[in-house]
């Protein structure tokens, strides 16, 4: 597994494993117990997947030493504001069952996410969680918030993949040192991009896969990439993508299939406000 260094000096592991819409009691279980069979050593998973106990639960089982394992969870929006996400981080912690987490993030940029930040600033200083980043920021979100921050968040969990490829934040995010992490890097299984001619040459090129050729474009790109699977062979295949390098001449080819958008539109109007009603983790 290939490492990426954080600019609080902490290592985080290129490749993670997200559960994301995966259930809890049981699925959730299984696939991460699975996944770090197969040498994943990063699972991404947020309070408002429903899932933390299940992860938790899994990485304890696994017989791997808890160092090794880089457990990353995130704050829902109903608990922002100081106060709430002091506890919130108490809950997380419960749920997973761990003595810490090696990241935490807020997970959407709405309401008072300068009060949330300061809770995970100090959750940080008790030794809660090792490392604090953000989430859905997009250039402009980024621009307002951070310069308020008086910590550096260490990563943006945003979009990202080669029809999305974020450079206007990237550029915003290489001046401070803050590490890109990749949802949807596959652009969630988009088949026109999963069958695009270029990336299938590349593929047959090097014995691999179209998923694993774009995964690799990625991470020579230097993003940290949250793939998602229910197949049991893409889900180890996934993080099969360090015995190989795309050209410089590959490279560019790739990064000529940015449109510039996504699915998700951080800066549309109301959206804050939609993700509340629609996802309420407690009363
Ligand atoms: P499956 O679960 O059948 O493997 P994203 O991570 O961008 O959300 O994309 C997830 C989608 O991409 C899922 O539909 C998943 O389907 C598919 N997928 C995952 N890995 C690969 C791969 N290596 N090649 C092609 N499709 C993949």
Same mark, same amino acid.
């Given at each position: 597994?290939?490492?990426?260094?954080? &600019?609080?000096? *902490? #290592?985080?592991?290129?490749?993670?494993?997200?559960?994301?819409?995966?259930? *809890?009691?049981?699925?959730?279980?299984?696939?991460?117990?699975?996944?770090?069979?197969?040498?994943?050593?990063?699972?991404?998973?947020?309070?408002?997947? /429903?899932?933390?106990?299940?992860?938790?639960?899994?990485?304890?089982?696994?017989?791997?030493?808890?160092?090794?394992?880089?457990?990353?969870?995130?704050?829902?929006?109903?608990?922002?504001?100081?106060?709430?996400?002091?506890?919130?981080?108490?809950?997380?912690?419960?749920?997973?069952?761990?003595?810490?987490?090696?990241?935490?993030?807020?997970?959407?940029?709405?309401?008072?996410? $300068?009060?949330?930040?300061?809770? $995970?600033?100090?959750?940080?200083?008790?030794?809660?969680?090792?490392?604090?980043?953000?989430?859905?920021?997009?250039?402009?979100?980024?621009?307002?918030?951070?310069?308020?921050?008086?910590?550096?968040?260490?990563? *943006?969990?945003?979009?990202?993949?080669?029809?999305?490829?974020? #450079?206007?934040?990237?550029?915003?995010?290489?001046?401070?040192?803050?590490?890109?992490?990749?949802?949807?890097?596959?652009?969630?299984?988009?088949?026109? $991009?999963?069958?695009?001619?270029?990336?299938?040459?590349?593929?047959?090129?090097?014995?691999?896969?179209?998923?694993?050729?774009?995964?690799?474009?990625?991470?020579?790109?230097?993003?940290?990439?949250?793939?998602?699977?229910?197949?049991?062979?893409?889900?180890?295949?996934?993080? *099969?993508?360090?015995? /190989?390098?795309?050209?410089?001449?590959?490279?560019?080819?790739?990064?000529?299939?940015?449109?510039?958008?996504?699915?998700? &539109?951080?800066?549309?109007?109301?959206?804050?406000? &939609?993700?509340?009603?629609?996802?309420?983790?407690?009363?």
């Amino acid at each position: 597994m290939q490492y990426v260094q954080l &600019n609080d000096g *902490n #290592k985080i592991p290129t490749v993670g494993f997200g559960v994301f819409q995966i259930e *809890n009691d049981g699925p959730t279980y299984d696939a991460v117990k699975y996944a770090l069979k197969v040498g994943y050593r990063h699972i991404d998973t947020a309070a408002a997947y /429903f899932n933390e106990s299940d992860v938790g639960r899994a990485v304890k089982n696994s017989g791997i030493e808890r160092e090794e394992i880089f457990v990353t969870s995130k704050l829902w929006l109903q608990d922002h504001g100081y106060e709430a996400a002091k506890k919130a981080v108490d809950v997380s912690l419960q749920k997973l069952g761990l003595d810490y987490m090696d990241l935490y993030l807020i997970h959407q940029p709405y309401g008072d996410v $300068l009060g949330a930040w300061q809770a $995970l600033e100090e959750a940080k200083h008790a030794g809660k969680i090792k490392s604090i980043g953000v989430s859905n920021m997009s250039p402009k979100i980024y621009s307002e918030l951070v310069p308020q921050f008086s910590t550096l968040p260490a990563v *943006n969990q945003v979009e990202c993949n080669p029809t999305f490829q974020q #450079k206007e934040l990237r550029y915003l995010m290489d001046k401070d040192g803050v590490k890109l992490e990749a949802w949807y890097p596959l652009g969630h299984g988009d088949k026109k $991009l999963l069958e695009n001619p270029a990336i299938s040459a590349m593929a047959k090129k090097y014995g691999k896969n179209a998923g694993q050729i774009i995964l690799r474009f990625e991470v020579q790109e230097g993003f940290i990439i949250l793939p998602k699977s229910t197949n049991p062979e893409r889900i180890a295949g996934n993080i *099969n993508i360090f015995d /190989f390098e795309l050209t410089s001449d590959e490279i560019n080819t790739i990064r000529a299939m940015d449109t510039g958008k996504g699915s998700h &539109n951080p800066d549309a109007p109301g959206v804050g406000d &939609n993700l509340l009603r629609n996802y309420k983790i407690h009363d």
